[in-house]
């Protein structure tokens, strides 16, 4: 498998243009997380879906954030507009069920000038 | 909520030695307890997870305690080699939960000097 698959791997904006990310979970898999790190606050859980349906947004900082996930093995977080303490790495996830392992992408490094 | 705290932000091990990692958390005992791994640029990876029922995990080099009265899990890696330099994170669920609500430690770089 290919595991989970994100883009673009790198991206610099500057503040107050919109910022999507992509993701594409592992086959078969039915929860799919998006996580935002940084260095003071560490790995946090954005939101999370199950089954393509979004369950848990309260880790989204602001209504300037948005997620969506229009089919099985495609996910969207958005910035809009985008600020500079959004400069973050933002990780997409996916596991089978919500017993099972967790499968981190490679994440999308993110700054906003 | 739940926070976790990971000894020291940086760790420097002799190759060879045993290291030994710390994560310690406040409130509820979860009911399990996971550590991954990552290196720089790219996405933590999972190593294993033990159970509350569990006192100690062991795969290949790697060996995971758990003291629900300490609320505190090590983490040793033995006979340590350069490869094993990374990035520590410790992760729990909230109460009631799964992986679905994991919490995760900001994490111990850890360096093995050869």
């Known amino acids: 498998d290919a595991g989970v698959i994100q883009s673009p791997r790198h991206e610099v904006t500057e503040m107050g243009q919109e910022v999507t990310l992509r993701c594409k979970p592992i086959s078969g898999h039915d929860y799919l997380f998006w996580y935002r790190q940084t260095m003071m606050r560490g790995l946090e859980l954005l939101i999370y879906?199950?089954?393509?349906?979004?369950?848990?947004d309260s880790g989204m900082p602001e209504d300037r954030f948005s997620a969506k996930m229009p089919n099985a093995s495609f996910s969207t977080l958005k910035i809009q507009p985008s600020e500079p303490r959004d400069s973050a790495v933002y990780f997409c996830?996916?596991?089978?069920?919500?017993?099972?392992?967790?499968?981190f992408g490679e994440g999308s490094w993110l700054t906003v000038v | 909520s739940q926070k976790i705290e990971q000894n020291s932000e940086a760790l420097n091990i002799q190759e060879g030695k045993t290291a030994t990692l710390t994560c310690n958390y406040t409130?509820?005992?979860?009911?399990?307890l996971q550590w991954y791994r990552q290196d720089p640029g790219r996405g933590p990876v999972f190593l294993l997870l033990?159970?509350?029922?569990?006192k100690e995990k062991r795969k290949e080099r790697l060996k995971v305690t758990f003291d629900t009265t300490l609320k505190q899990s090590l983490f040793h890696i033995t006979a340590s080699q350069p490869a094993d330099s990374a990035t520590y994170l410790c992760?729990?669920?909230?109460?009631?939960?799964?992986?679905?609500?994991?919490?995760f430690g900001t994490g111990t770089r850890l360096t093995i000097i050869p």
């Open positions: 409130n509820y005992s979860p009911a399990y």
């Open positions: 879906f199950n089954n393509n349906v979004p369950i848990d």
């Open positions: 992760a729990l669920p909230l109460s009631n939960f799964g992986n679905e609500k994991l919490t």
């Open positions: 996830a996916s596991s089978r069920d919500r017993r099972n392992t967790i499968y």
């Open positions: 033990i159970r509350e029922n569990e």
